[in-house]
């Protein structure tokens, strides 16, 4: 299963998940990133959200 969302070819700090959501919702990478290191803080299981992200997100498109 693919999910619509382009990881981010230009802005990526590991493999452009965070910065591939920013894109798609027109929102600021570093402000998206901050809340996730908040949200990876709490209970929720941060690490294994991003790794299957990463899976489902379609790679980068070639510009």
Do not use: C, F, Q
């Amino acid at each position: 299963m693919k999910i619509n969302i382009h990881r981010s070819n230009n802005d990526r700090v590991i493999a452009g998940v965070i910065g591939g959501i920013a894109e798609h919702y027109d929102w600021n990478a570093n402000l998206t990133r901050l809340i996730y290191v908040l949200l990876s803080l709490t209970p929720l299981p941060g690490l294994i959200i991003y790794l299957i992200l990463w899976l489902l997100m379609k790679d980068p498109i070639e510009n």
